[in-house]
């Protein structure tokens, strides 16, 4: 019993259930075609228990822009038409950032951004925008070369836009150098940078990357019923939780429908959203105060009173309306960061001037340019595809690339 027990709450203050330790199920590994398009909103479940059309009359991520790191964002499809701007392609390969190749990033930027239209994904920040960063994951087309330091290339592309978010529904089980230096980066830019923390907590749960560096956020999913979903990651490197189960998503890159689905990747998504709800309504804060008052303004539920951090939850539930409608949260220090309690350097707020999204002939050269993979060999899926949860060990590749042998991560969409 006690491998299963999570830390658990009916929705942590949002319906007013106490919060409990309970086994919680595991989420199916199949997911189930929704006919039809309209039905993916019947579906979103959070937005009533988030108490979204409350918040909408306050803020609605107004002036705020997220960058996404992801499989590419498809801006063509009728609830992101006008949401999505230009981004980067940081694989090398054939394509743009709009070409995604998987339908998951698409996904996340919907549930950010999404305005509805044509009965697809609302978001829960309709007036934010997307700028999407297309990096290699599982599902890239086989064979194709890719550059294989392109999370890093990504992730500072993203730190050198006006984007003030950054969400990354991607993560690999190796901690790489350079990606560290992007992170500590793009903190050093002043951005508020979210990860998923993975879907194998009922697996192997070992710590992944982006979300175990402690300049980000790592995001845990939760369920309809509060609890903490079995498969979503715990540990240290869990800051806060998520709606992430039973979330709808595009069943593929023909955008032709919408599955049941969950994981991580939409806990990250939702996370990332109500910092930029919090943000439009004090576009004048530092990525540290927003970051504050959502840790502060989390849903803990009565039983947890102190100021202690779970393993499952982090910090707690966000609830971005507790602070939009009755000031939950206190801002703080602007420059004190409340992931490691040091000093940052950025101090920027979402109103300072920023350079726009770079073009792939302005994308940082540190070499990485040189190093190409195929893809589909070296790169998988993370927690959940399209067709289910992909759990379990991660293998290292090794392949010989100018001389010398670098290990490549495998990638897996979470």
């Known amino acids: 019993m006690t491998a299963g027990l999570r830390h658990a709450s009916g929705w942590l203050g949002w319906r007013g259930l106490a919060c409990t330790l309970a086994l919680v199920v595991a989420w199916p590994l199949a997911s189930a075609p929704i006919a039809e398009a309209a039905d993916a909103q019947s579906g979103q479940w959070y937005l009533d228990a988030m108490r979204a059309d409350e918040t909408w009359k306050k803020a609605t991520g107004e002036g705020i822009k997220v960058a996404v790191i992801d499989t590419g964002v498809n801006p063509s499809t009728p609830s992101l038409k006008g949401q999505v701007m230009k981004g980067l392609d940081a694989t090398d390969a054939a394509g743009e950032a ?52 392109d999370d890093s290339v990504a992730m500072r592309a993203a730190a050198d836009s006006d984007a003030q978010i950054i969400s990354v529904s991607i993560g690999n089980e ?21 990860a998923a923390v993975g879907n194998s907590g009922n697996k192997a749960n070992k710590p992944e990357y982006p979300a175990n560096y402690d300049e980000v956020v790592g ?129 920027s707020s979402a109103g ?26 070296s790169k998988t899926a993370d927690g959940g595809s399209q ?11 090794v392949v010989l690339a100018t001389g010398a042998f670098a290990v490549i991560r495998r990638r897996r969409t979470t």
């Not at 990332?272 to 840790?295: G, K």
């Not at 001037?353 to 070499?367: E, F, I, L, R, V």
Request: aromatic letters at 8%; hydrophobic letters at 35%.
């Open 98 to 149: 709009t070409d995604d190749y998987d339908g998951h990033g698409t996904t996340m930027a919907e549930l950010i951004a999404g305005t509805g239209t044509g009965g697809g994904l609302r978001g829960l920040a309709p007036s934010a925008k997307i700028i999407p960063f297309r990096i290699a994951a599982q599902s890239f087309p086989k064979g194709v070369k890719v550059n294989s330091w």
């Open 387 to 397: 067709t289910g949860l992909i759990l379990g060990g991660v293998a290292v590749v």
């Open 219 to 347: 995001v845990a999913a939760i369920g309809r019923d509060g609890k903490v979903a079995d498969y979503s990651q715990h540990g240290d490197f869990v800051d806060i939780a998520a709606p992430g189960d039973d979330v709808p998503r595009w069943c593929d890159s023909s955008f032709t429908k919408y599955c049941d689905g969950g994981g991580t990747s939409a806990a990250t998504a939702l996370a990332s959203a109500s910092a930029a709800l919090i943000w439009s309504a004090h576009p004048d804060w530092t990525a540290n105060q927003v970051l504050r008052v959502m840790f502060e303004s989390a849903g803990r539920g009565e039983e947890w009173k102190d100021n202690s951090k779970s393993q499952y939850l982090g910090h707690g539930v966000v609830r971005p309306n507790a602070h939009i409608t009755r000031g939950l949260g206190k801002p703080g220090d602007p420059t004190l960061s409340p992931l490691t309690n040091k000093r940052t350097a950025g101090g």
């Open 352 to 377: 300072s001037a920023a350079p726009s999204a770079p073009t792939a002939s302005d994308a940082p050269n540190d070499g990485s340019k040189s190093d190409a993979v195929a893809a589909g060999s």
């Open 174 to 194: 190796f901690m790489e150098p350079r990606e560290k230096e992007a992170v500590k980066y793009a903190q050093s830019k002043g951005k508020l940078v979210f």
